[in-house]
């Protein structure tokens, strides 16, 4: 959709429009592969503000300025709006309205909120590069909105069989009905009239004191702003006298920051999501190809990537979600999206072989020998995954036949897949034969979402002893 801005830090993220509203289709506040705010609407009488411009200031946060319409009254640009917004573990809105004019102005000012609790894959269906809008399911009915006044807050709760809440948290007050708060404004020349909304996702359904909300929002500023700059002093930096090239860097090495995703499954460092905005999660493949691409940046996201990847490494053999000894996830899911689809999904033929690549080069950067020794397990579980299950017929190329009957488009695990296709619909990548494992290396050329195919050599059984 034209005029959508994308807001994110970690796995939280915001789509909206222009202006900055939420309009309940493809648009929304998500935590958790849930919608946790799916309508976030400004009018000034009645109508909306006219936008002058609006931008991201940071992957985080954006600015939004507008003027008043011409309603109620209102003489032409009497009023100023500037809109700013910060997505952190949660999302705040900042506005702040002042009268231009000379003389005094009366107007309402009024927010309508609400949500859904919609899972992430049923919103991107209303994607147009990636759904399919005409065909997708009706999205889920508003909830109500329940409006605590002593505390003067919406709390909004899902109806489903998960604890899931939202609250909003208004620092000013005004009169409630429904789903929506309208404020009866009157300022004077050069008055200034502020509010902030804090909107919490709620996943545990524990709710946030209103006044700690405030402080916590703040520190998290300075936490993820914090974590920015110091992302910035790690990596390479870059002096040049071509103005556009030194920019295209610095924004790259931004938009790589962005990518960053707290894992839930490892309490050290960061990982790289898959992408903005849906798949902001932990793709195996698209994971490790991040990683291989970004080693000049230093080894932090792939050792990350390594170590969390192992922990998700397959146990056990299940079919009903493809995984099998040694494999390496394809996708992990959270929230509603995990109840509708998987929580975890082991369907991809090339993420193992390449979890072996990714060690290999990580090794040949750093000399990090004991990083080797601590994911020697690991290794040689994908190793013999390659061996059981990957080569089933011992003609020396990996196979994979999806067994699971369930299946959703995802953009990557059901529509991408790399190698060649034989008439059974089996993919199948090309390995060393097993009697040369010991001196060859395990070759495979793997394509993610679109990105160029890439050849790169996996540590042989010798290199991970």
Not at 214 to 226: A, I, K, L, S, T
Not at 433 to 442: E, F, G, L, M, N
Request: proline content about 5%; aromatic content about 8%.
């Amino acid at each position: 959709m034209a005029g959508q801005l994308r807001i994110l830090e970690g796995a939280t993220f915001c789509i909206c429009d222009e202006v900055g509203d939420l309009h309940h289709q493809g648009e929304g506040l998500f935590s958790e592969d849930t919608r946790f705010l799916s309508r976030f609407k400004l009018t000034i009488n009645g109508h909306r503000p006219l936008l002058l411009s609006s931008d991201k200031i940071e992957y985080f946060s954006a600015a939004f300025f507008m003027r008043n319409p011409l309603s109620g009254g209102l003489a032409q640009d009497v009023l100023s709006i500037r809109r700013e917004r910060f997505v952190g573990e949660g999302m705040q809105d900042s506005f702040d309205v002042q009268n231009q004019g000379m003389e005094p102005v009366t107007f309402d000012f009024e927010l309508e909120v609400g949500t859904d609790f919609a899972d992430i894959f049923a919103v991107k269906d209303y994607d147009f590069a990636l759904g399919d809008p005409l065909r997708a399911k009706p999205l889920p009915e508003q909830r109500p909105n329940e409006y605590d006044e002593e505390r003067n807050q919406f709390l909004i709760s899902d109806n489903g069989d998960l604890p899931l809440k939202t609250q909003v948290i208004f620092s000013q007050r005004g009169e409630v009905n429904g789903s929506t708060v309208n404020f009866h404004l009157e300022l004077q020349p050069r008055e200034r009239w502020n509010l902030d909304v804090e909107v919490i996702p709620l996943p545990d359904g524990e709710l946030v004191a209103p006044r700690f909300a405030q402080r916590r929002f703040g520190e998290e500023v300075g936490r993820v702003r914090d974590s920015l700059a110091a992302w910035q002093l790690r990596v390479p930096q870059l002096r040049t006298s071509w103005d556009a090239l030194g920019h295209s860097f610095g924004q790259s090495v931004s938009d790589l920051a962005s990518l960053r995703m707290q894992s839930d499954h490892s309490g050290i460092g960061k990982l790289p999501g898959a992408g903005v905005p849906w798949f902001m999660t932990v793709f195996g493949r698209d994971t490790i190809i991040t990683c291989l691409q970004t080693l000049l940046f230093g080894p932090e996201l792939a050792r990350t990537a390594l170590e969390v990847l192992a922990e998700l490494q397959a146990k056990e053999d299940d079919p009903t979600i493809d995984a099998e000894p040694g494999k390496i996830v394809h996708e992990v899911r959270h929230g509603k999206a995990a109840r509708s689809w998987f929580e975890r999904y082991y369907g991809t033929v090339d993420a193992t072989p390449l979890y072996l690549v990714l060690l290999s080069e990580v090794w040949r950067w750093t000399d990090d020998a004991a990083l080797v020794r601590d994911l020697k397990e690991p290794a040689m579980l994908a190793l013999d995954w390659i061996d059981k299950y990957g080569d089933r017929d011992g003609d020396g190329f990996v196979e994979y036949q999806r067994r699971t009957g369930r299946r959703r488009s995802c953009g990557s695990a059901s529509t991408m897949r790399s190698g060649s296709r034989n008439a059974a619909g089996t993919t199948r990548l090309r390995s060393t034969p097993r009697s040369a494992r010991s001196t060859r290396s395990v070759r495979t050329s793997a394509t993610s979402c679109g990105a160029a195919s890439s050849r790169r050599t996996a540590p042989t059984r010798s290199s991970t002893s």
